[in-house]
Each structure stands twice: as C-alpha cells, then as structure tokens.
C-alpha cells in the first residue's frame, strides 16, 4: 500500500534461498537488500540504510527455527510457531488461534484490510528445509 491505497498486488514476499525461507514485512524495495545483508552474515552495522516512515521486518526460518530481524532491532529475536508477522499479524493470530491454517488466516486478514491482499504464497517450511541442519555450538 502507498498510505491508504493499494499501489500493487504482484509483490512477492516469501523465497527460499541457501536453505533459508525468507518472508518480508514492508516496503518492498528492502527486501532484495535485506536478503543480501542477512547472507552477508547479518551484521547490525552493515545494515542497509533505511529512512522511510514505515517499519520493515525480515523472517529467516532455518535449521535454528524462525528469526525476526526488524528496522528498530536489527538482531535477530526467536519464536515457536504458529507465528504472524506484518500489519494483520493480530487478526491472523487470532484466526489461527480459532482453527485456521495459515492461508486460510491470511485470506480473511486480505478479506477485511486494506494492507494485506494480492497473491498469497504458501511455503511448507519442512519441505523447504528437508536436509538442512540445525547448527551446532562447537566448543
């Protein structure tokens, strides 16, 4: 959205790249450098530089479970699933909480909001991440 309009519904916001699943929150145009930044190693201070008014948030599932990177936080911060992220994130919660699956929350939260809609993917994350390792602490 661009305010209160919907300024595109093509946009995607989940991929899978180097046994990661990547979701975004946000302006769309952070996402490709966020990508980048978090393959990079993640450093806070490498950070892509960002001075819009609104607030982004990176998802990073892995073989360490589910990571938040945010545009306050820009360390990474853990969840169990399920888990909602973005502007609907309370509603889809509250639909998952009822008995929804995840795209079926999804599509209320776009059914009823003018910031959630276009194309909705579904990603199995197990299936993503079929092979990948959870990584381990060497001493």
């Known amino acids: 959205t661009w305010g209160d309009q ?18 975004f929150c946000g302006p769309t145009a952070m996402f490709e450098p966020l990508v980048k930044w978090h393959k990079a190693g993640h450093d806070p201070a490498a950070l892509p530089e960002y001075k819009g008014d609104h607030g982004w ?18 360390f990474i911060e853990r969840f169990d699933p399920p888990v909602a992220f973005g502007a609907g994130c309370d509603y889809a ?7 929804k699956d995840a795209r079926e ?20 994350v197990a299936e993503a991440l ?3 390792t959870r990584l381990e602490a060497v001493a």
């Not at 599932?61 to 306050?72: A, R």
């Not at 929350?105 to 199995?124: D, F, K, P, R, S």
């Open 57 to 74: 948030s990176l998802v990073a599932i892995d073989g360490d479970g589910i990571g938040k990177y945010t545009s306050t936080c820009p």
């Open 105 to 124: 929350a999804i599509e209320l939260v776009a059914q009823h909001t003018n910031h959630t809609g276009g194309e909705i993917q579904v990603i199995n």
């Open 6 to 23: 919907i300024c595109g519904r093509a946009h995607k916001k989940i991929r899978i790249e180097s046994g990661t699943v990547y979701a």
């Open 130 to 132: 079929a092979g990948v």
């Open 93 to 99: 919660m509250g639909a998952m909480w009822a008995g």
